[in-house]
């Protein structure tokens, strides 16, 4: 009798190490030689419930090894969230191929899918051990310190605001970028971490943890602007009002949705377009907005060394914790430990399911709409390098004809 074969799968949106836990996880299967083969499910559960697998059982390890520096979802991705019949289907065609170990690399509606599905072999006493692996660019699964994903996003929206920082004190005037966060603000804040000096920054960040009020965000423009003579303003999509209801969905009445019902916040400028009219009429000055759109989450160019490494040894510590005896479903959690230092915990599926964390009060000064000291410290050893930036100062020359100067 065989021991059975493994099926691993990748869902919501890809990152730029989503592969490192793919690969990290397929070669800790393979070495502990306890399954027939592993097999792949093309575009996650979707790719379960159609039968849709590949053999990854004798994939060269060179070429697994290029996979893993490889952005985006190698497997290709899913935005489904299935409900108990598609799990049921999903479970039939797991069992049809005598799968024992599930392993499923997403964020916390890819934990709940794994909770139904365990629960639903558990109810017909089919031996299926099924194991969460942590992934989201938003940074905000319970219990993780933070989540495979974020520190390369993170590491793009700083880099990127510290070049949008030079352009604008280049060429003074308000910019406004919108950041992706429909329901926590860690990949906004990051943007402080690309603005220098950002005590005495002209950088003005909205999250959606907070209630976002138009006068007072006019207001602090005006503030700012009138300050430093130009302003930088990082938005997160998600941004609310005080009744909950996204900025997006009050400005525009006739907004898309998901499938799922779900207001459709990425993938155009309708919020940056409208927050820099609302600039316009208010501050008279030049201002120009920006949408970061899908470019951050697997960008090449800007993945953490830091973000790769825990995504493998996040999967290496998923797979060794399904081999544990009593095993029968769980996630693993990236807990922080000292200065900064990581390990690796077991936690339920339960526990990571649905809710969202949100930013910790301490990160973020709602008065002044700033990033504090403390989310600084936090992310920083995420991100591995920091952008650098240098401010070129001299002694000022006496003017003599300035009565005469033209401008």
């Known amino acids: 009798m065989g ?12 990152t730029a190490v989503i592969n490192h836990s793919l690969t990290g996880a397929i070669f800790e299967i393979l070495r502990g030689g306890d399954v027939d083969a592993v097999y792949g499910a093309v575009h996650g559960v979707e790719g379960i419930a159609n039968e849709n697998f590949i053999d990854l059982s004798h994939t060269p390890t060179d070429m697994l090894n290029r996979i893993a520096s490889t952005t985006g979802s190698a497997l290709g991705s899913t935005r489904d969230k299935p409900d108990e019949n598609y799990c049921a289907q999903m479970f039939d065609v797991l069992r049809a191929h005598d799968v024992r170990k599930f392993y499923y690399i997403g964020g916390n509606d890819s934990a709940d899918t794994c909770r139904i599905v365990s629960q639903q072999a558990e109810s017909v006493g089919y031996d299926l051990k099924v194991t969460h692996i942590p992934k989201t660019v938003d940074n905000d699964l319970l219990v993780n310190d933070h989540t495979p994903g974020f520190g390369s996003a993170a590491k793009f929206v700083s880099h990127a605001f510290a070049g949008a920082d030079m352009d604008n004190r280049s060429l003074p005037g308000i910019y406004l970028g919108v950041v992706m966060g429909r329901d926590a603000g860690f990949l906004t804040a990051a943007s402080a971490l690309g603005c220098s000096n950002h005590r005495e920054s002209p950088l003005l960040v909205y999250i959606p943890e907070f209630a976002f009020d138009t006068d007072r965000f006019l207001a602090q423009i005006e503030e700012t602007y009138a300050r430093f003579g130009r302003c930088m303003i990082a938005v997160s999509e998600g941004i609310r009002g005080a009744d909950g209801t996204p900025i997006l969905a009050q400005l525009y009445k006739d907004i898309d949705r998901d499938p799922h019902g779900n207001y459709q916040l990425s993938g155009n400028g309708q919020l940056a377009d409208s927050l820099a009219s609302l600039i316009k009429n208010t501050v008279k000055a030049k201002v120009r907005a920006d949408t970061f759109g899908y470019i951050q989450r697997s960008f090449a160019g800007a993945v953490s060394a830091v973000d790769a490494h825990e995504a493998c040894a996040v999967a290496e510590a998923a797979v060794q914790f399904s ?10 959690a990236i807990i922080r430990t000292g200065e900064y230092s ?5 936690t339920t599926l339960e526990s990571v399911a649905r809710s969202t964390k949100s930013m910790a009060p301490e990160f973020y000064d709602c008065a002044s709409a700033k990033i504090t000291e ?32 033209y401008l």
């Open 3 to 14: 021991f059975g074969k493994a099926v691993i799968a990748q869902g919501g949106g890809p």
């Open 323 to 332: 081999r544990q005896k009593e095993f029968r479903s769980g996630s693993a």
């Open 342 to 346: 990581v390990e690796y915990q077991l």
């Open 374 to 405: 403390s989310f600084l410290n936090y992310a920083k050893p995420l991100i591995d390098t920091l952008p650098h930036c240098t401010i070129l100062n001299g002694e000022p020359v006496p003017q003599l004809l300035r009565k005469k100067s």
